[in-house]
């Protein structure tokens, strides 16, 4: 059965600081699709990054990086010098080739001005 | 090209009540997901339709909840006898392809509505 693990359940970060989300996940498939989404407060699903497990090199959007490792089954993402538009819940999610995600319990990130 | 549309995006009812929750998904979009967050939770998968069709509802509770994806109109969450326990935002997902295939197109992309959320008091 597929599980997504963040155990961070909430980040305080001041602004500027880096900040790394941790995600761990569970899987039987050698197939499978990696996820991050944004929810800011206004409560809409923000797409970040789709990633799938044939792909281990990292990736850089901007201020945002992925670092995807099979052997230790994370996919962590980091935010390099975090602003305050950055406060959201982050979610990690997983699918493997059928119809549906399997979502992370979510990390709230606070940044502070 | 207008992205998937939830109605209402906020719903009140009290209990017992019947709670409909519509979504349209993207022109060019023949699958729809929908999923539940419960509060301080992720998301949870409920259900997958096609056009006129229900092809994995493995997450639906087996009571009072039910989906809808006519040929003509939007998809539709139907939750009858509300409870306060059903209180949380529901998020519909709309697709051009089922599943998410294999490499990276863009096309398998499952993109997220507004959501609905639903207070039963």
């Known amino acids: 059965a597929q599980k997504v693990t963040q155990a961070q359940t909430e980040i305080s970060v001041v602004e500027k600081e880096d900040v790394t989300l941790d995600c761990v996940y569970e899987?039987?498939?050698?197939?499978?699709?990696l996820f991050w989404y944004k929810q800011p407060p206004s409560g809409e699903l923000v797409f970040l990054i789709r990633?799938?497990?044939?792909?281990?090199q990292n990736e850089i959007s901007g201020r945002y990086s992925w670092n995807f490792q099979k052997s230790t089954s994370s996919f962590n993402f980091t935010i390099t010098a975090s602003q305050v538009v950055d406060s959201a819940v982050y979610f990690c999610?997983?699918?493997?080739?059928?119809?549906?995600?399997?979502f992370g319990t979510g990390t709230r990130l606070t940044v502070i001005p | 090209n207008a992205g998937v549309m939830q109605n209402p995006r906020h719903l009140v009812r009290r209990r017992g009540q019947e709670a409909r929750l519509r979504c349209s998904p993207m022109?060019?979009?023949?699958?729809v997901y929908w999923y539940r967050q419960l509060p301080e939770e992720g998301l949870k998968f409920m259900v997958y339709?096609?056009?006129?069709?229900?092809?994995?509802e493995s997450g639906m509770p087996k009571e009072r909840f039910s989906a809808e994806f006519p040929k003509e109109g939007p998809s539709i969450l139907r939750i009858q006898q509300v409870v306060r326990g059903d209180s949380a935002a529901y998020f519909c997902?709309?697709?051009?392809?089922?599943?998410f295939g294999v490499g990276s197109e863009a096309s398998y992309e499952q993109y997220f509505g507004p959501g609905t959320r639903l207070t039963v008091t």
């Open positions: 997902a709309s697709s051009p392809r089922p599943g």
């Open positions: 899987t039987r498939d050698t197939t499978y699709y």
């Open positions: 990633r799938n497990s044939f792909d281990e």
């Open positions: 999610a997983l699918s493997d080739l059928g119809n549906n995600l399997f």
């Open positions: 022109k060019g979009h023949s699958h």
């Open positions: 339709l096609q056009k006129e069709n229900i092809i994995d």
